[in-house]
């Protein structure tokens, strides 16, 4: 119960019987720091690990300091937690991802970790919120993430609800995590309780790591939210105060390393979870409730292609992509919805061809809105879909959902264009278009 320990601090802290997840005082120069005891990842033997109630990790030498045993937390049974399947309130599902990641520190590289019962080790809390089981379904990093590993995750969602479980949470890298919650969000129908996906922007032995905040506070949704959503769960600020559970359909990542970085676009968050506090906020009332009837249908066609209009972009690719035999296209246009008119015959070919082309836009807020300017009106003319305020990487996701169901083509465009799990929505207002508070 003292990984990562030796030489004096193993013996310091095997002294006064304290183990990895107790709460620890450490008195230095005339200064007390008090946290929770943490793995070691030291090559100094002198140096103690702690997180501390700010929620980051920092290191202490116990050359010339004070140890005392604060009090004793409830410990992690690794039998019990090794690919363990029996009932618990929450499944969590391991994918991999930088939450359960760890420095080598020979080499500063990120790697993922092997086991789920190493996520719970960083935060032992986990245990006084609810009786957890635990399964390692992957151990990849976000970027290797594919639709056949969808359908895996959504069997493994839909199994433990079967199981009695009365939420989920899915630990997954942040890089791609949007893919899979929406991926989610249209194969899952029916939800018993809350599907939490959650990851973190640096990893658990990182002093500013936001995995052990991130992971409690999802285990407190999965656990009493009273939607029967797909969501996101990550830091909504830059401290660690409270996290945001974005509907799963209208969240994006926003920025490549700060712990806020998801954001709800189009859209107000579900919940914020304090997690200190073990409450749950609801901020909407218009949420999906949970139901007892799950169903699981995975399936998507993966021949889709997301074409992001620039200037200069030659028409010519449309025709490779229909020679290529795909069967549906997501624009991100400019603006209300927009490519330059030199495409207009090689969309017109594509539907006729009965390939399904949907109109995003890059703009991210707002909506596209086809009707007003000539090249809008013109583009659909041809062809075009015109799809709301839906981001440009879940209309690609429901896109493969569609084709994976329908082959038609006005079938196709009928589940297209219908709002099936609070992906569009139709009324915007300028508070949903937020201002980043710089730091």
């Known amino acids: 119960m003292l990984e990562g320990y030796r030489g004096k601090a193993f013996e310091t802290l095997k002294s006064l019987n304290v183990d990895v997840g107790d709460i620890i005082e450490i008195e230095k120069n005339g200064i007390k720091v008090e946290g929770i005891l943490m793995p070691s990842y030291s090559e100094d033997d002198s140096i103690v690990v702690v997180k501390l109630d700010n929620g980051y990790n920092a290191g202490f030498s116990l050359s010339g300091a004070q140890v005392r045993l604060i009090s004793k937390r409830l410990r992690v049974d690794q039998s019990e937690y090794r690919e363990n399947r029996e009932k618990g309130e929450v499944r969590i599902i391991s994918t991999g991802g930088t939450i359960v990641s760890r420095v080598e520190y020979e080499t500063g590289a990120v790697r993922p970790a092997l086991t789920t019962e190493e996520i719970l080790r960083f ?10 089981s635990a399964e390692i379904l992957f151990s990849i990093l976000s970027e290797n993430m594919k639709p056949e590993f969808w359908i895996k995750i959504a069997e493994s969602v839909k199994r433990a609800f079967d199981e009695g479980h009365e939420g989920v949470v899915v630990a997954h890298g942040t890089d791609t995590m949007t893919y899979t919650a929406a991926a989610l969000a249209f194969s899952l129908i029916g939800l018993p309780g809350p599907v939490v996906l959650v990851g973190s922007q640096r990893s658990s032995d990182r002093p500013s790591s936001d995995s052990a905040i991130n992971l409690i506070s999802s285990v407190i949704l ?114 209300l919805g927009h490519t330059s008119t030199d495409f207009l015959e090689v969309f017109k070919k594509a539907t006729k061809e009965g390939i399904f082309v949907g109109m995003t836009s890059q703009c991210l807020f707002g909506r596209v809105n086809m009707n007003v300017y000539q090249t809008g009106r013109l583009l659909q003319q041809s062809g075009v879909t015109p799809l709301g305020d839906i981001l440009p990487e879940v209309a690609l996701v429901k896109l493969m ?38 730091e």
């Open 222 to 335: 999965a656990k009493e939210a009273p939607f029967g959503e797909v969501v996101v769960n990550m830091h909504g600020e830059s401290s660690d105060t409270y996290t945001v559970a974005h509907r799963g359909v209208k969240v994006r990542k926003m920025h490549t390393s700060r712990r806020d970085a998801f954001q709800s676009i189009n859209d107000k968050p579900l919940a914020k979870v304090f997690p200190k506090e073990k409450a749950i906020k609801v901020l909407r009332s218009d949420f999906i409730k949970r139901n007892d009837t799950i169903k699981a249908s995975p399936k998507f066609n993966q021949n889709v292609f997301l074409l992001k209009f620039y200037p200069g972009l030659r028409p010519d690719i449309v025709d490779t992509l229909i020679a290529s035999g795909v069967r549906g296209i997501i624009i991100e246009g400019t603006g």
């Open 123 to 132: 935060a032992p809390e986990i245990q006084e919120i609810a009786s957890v």
């Open 401 to 438: 959902w569609a084709l994976g169901h329908e082959d038609d083509l006005d079938a196709v465009r009928g589940i297209m264009l219908t709002n099936l799990v609070g992906e569009y929505n139709t009324r915007h207002s300028l508070d949903l278009f937020p201002r980043w508070d710089h």
